[in-house]
């Protein structure tokens, strides 16, 4: 069964035009997604800086509000919810963030912050709260001293850790994580990689994993959907989008991962152009003006998301035409 399904979710900052805020235009940073994660899966979504990956997630679990779409968690209609209702799905809900420097109050011990969103939730006996929180602090992996201890007393990487536990604390089912390694060390990147899996095995959580890199991805997840200008331009299972990528971008993606081994040194299709501006997007396909295979229709029509055999992909290289 599917943990989470998401329905054309559109999310459209309205912004002011100019620098004395006249006349009004609109962002169009995540322009109708669909997909859904099954209990136990880690979904990976990539695409460049821009491309609305952290405006989808935090959409879907409402941290801000969606212009429109549906989200159901468990077949419960999230979008719908508001007051205690949405407080309890949001237990069921967390993510974890890319800088946990910035998510974590800096003012606050390594136990309040564990205890904080338990003590919201009803668990009224600090003793209680002070051995779930010791628990928390050792399952990532971290000494339940520290408990004393302010964020700036920690790595980088011991940081996400007490971040990762945060996002525990209520026990939740799905998980999503925003570049939760991108700040990190590569040394270190591994090992709260590592932790990520094994949670999953002993919780059975479900994750999003957002990530601008593929590299990342790769080895920790199930399916990846790829996302450009707003849109899921692609979506397949992890080993198929690796060995036959069918959208130039994706294919352009995967082929700017640097290769460690210089005899297998592919030849690199590095993207031209920069990502055009959210807030007039290119007409026809999104991907149009920086695409190599670009024909006449891709700057007319926009494509059809198409599945064949479980992958997706919007092309008018694969269209009937
Ligand atoms: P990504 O996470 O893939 O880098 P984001 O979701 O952060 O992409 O951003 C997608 C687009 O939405 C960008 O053009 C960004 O500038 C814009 N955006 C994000 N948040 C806001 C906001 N609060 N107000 C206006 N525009 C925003
Ligand atoms: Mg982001």
């Not at 997840?221 to 707003?230: D, E, P, T």
């Amino acid at each position: 069964m599917n943990l989470l399904e998401v329905e054309n979710l559109v999310k459209h900052f309205p912004v002011a035009k100019g620098w004395f805020g006249r006349g009004k235009q609109t962002v169009y940073a995540v322009n109708g997604v669909s997909f859904s994660v099954a209990k136990g899966e880690t979904l990976g979504v990539v695409g460049e800086s821009g491309s609305g990956k952290s405006t989808m997630g935090r959409s879907v679990l409402r941290l801000i509000e969606p212009t429109s779409g549906r989200v159901r968690l468990e077949g419960v209609d999230v979008t719908s919810l508001n007051g205690e209702n949405l407080r309890k799905a949001r237990k069921h809900m967390q993510m974890i963030f890319q800088d946990p420097y910035a998510s974590l109050n800096p003012r606050l011990t390594i136990g309040n912050i564990l205890e904080e969103p338990l003590k919201y939730h009803g668990v009224e006996k600090k003793n209680d709260r002070r051995e779930q929180a010791e628990r928390l602090l050792r399952e990532v992996g971290l000494d339940d001293s520290y408990y004393d201890r302010f964020p700036f007393q920690f790595s980088g990487g011991q940081r996400q850790r007490v971040g990762i536990a945060r996002a525990l604390a209520l026990n939740p089912k799905l998980i999503i994580a925003d570049e939760p390694v991108s700040a990190l060390d590569v040394s270190i990147q591994a090992q709260v990689l590592n932790l990520f899996v094994k949670l999953q095995e002993t919780r059975n959580l479900t994750y999003v994993f957002i990530s601008h890199d593929l590299s990342v991805v790769k080895h920790l997840c199930n399916r990846i959907a790829v996302m450009y200008l707003g849109e899921i331009v692609e979506m397949a299972e992890c080993e198929e989008l690796f060995r036959h990528p069918l959208h130039p971008y994706t294919q352009a993606l995967i082929r700017a991962i640097p290769v460690v081994d210089p005899a297998q040194r592919r030849q690199r299709l590095i993207l031209t152009g920069d990502i055009p501006s959210q807030t007039s997007p290119p007409a026809g396909c999104p991907f149009h003006t920086r695409c190599p295979q670009c024909m006449d229709i891709c700057k007319k029509e926009h494509p059809a998301l198409l599945t064949q055999s479980g992958h997706q992909t919007s092309c008018h290289l694969y269209g009937k035409h």
